[in-house]
């Protein structure tokens, strides 16, 4: 069962390791890697949180904002990105476990995409986000973009 203390793992800082497909919806693209740089920040006692990940090989960064209902004991996970400056539409999911499984609609080029986020988070040592896009309502996904979270030896957790 999900709880406002689920994302308590991410607070802090964290070194990312980006892996991205070259075009989202064709798997056989090819994939570029970048690194990256990410800061979480609780609010709300947990139970929301903000994160701002800087990508300078894009020349961009990306802002989170996650909000935990504790009616439906769901998260919603609001992504923006620095080049438009727009609210992407929501992803909502939660925890069982270690991981956690978040979905959403969405467009991409023009195309209508079913989103599906995956947290998996690796006790004391890091956590993995995945993203992955649907173009016939959930019955295929293609994973196309990747982050893997280590803490830098600098940054304790929650800091």
Known sequence: MSSPRDFDF???EWKVVNRRLTDFLRPDSGWEEFEGANRCRPLFDGAANVDEIDMPRLGSKG???RLFDRETEQWSLHWSS???GK???PVRGRFE???GEFYGDDTHDGKEVRVRYVWSVFTGTGARWEQAFSVDDGETWVTNWTMDF???ASATPGE
Request: no cysteine; glycine share 12%.
């Open 150 to 152: 280590t803490r830098p």
């Open 63 to 65: 802002l989170t904002l």
């Open 87 to 89: 609210l992407f539409p």
């Open 97 to 99: 476990g270690d991981r």
């Open 10 to 12: 991410l607070h802090g």
């Open 82 to 84: 620095s080049r438009s």
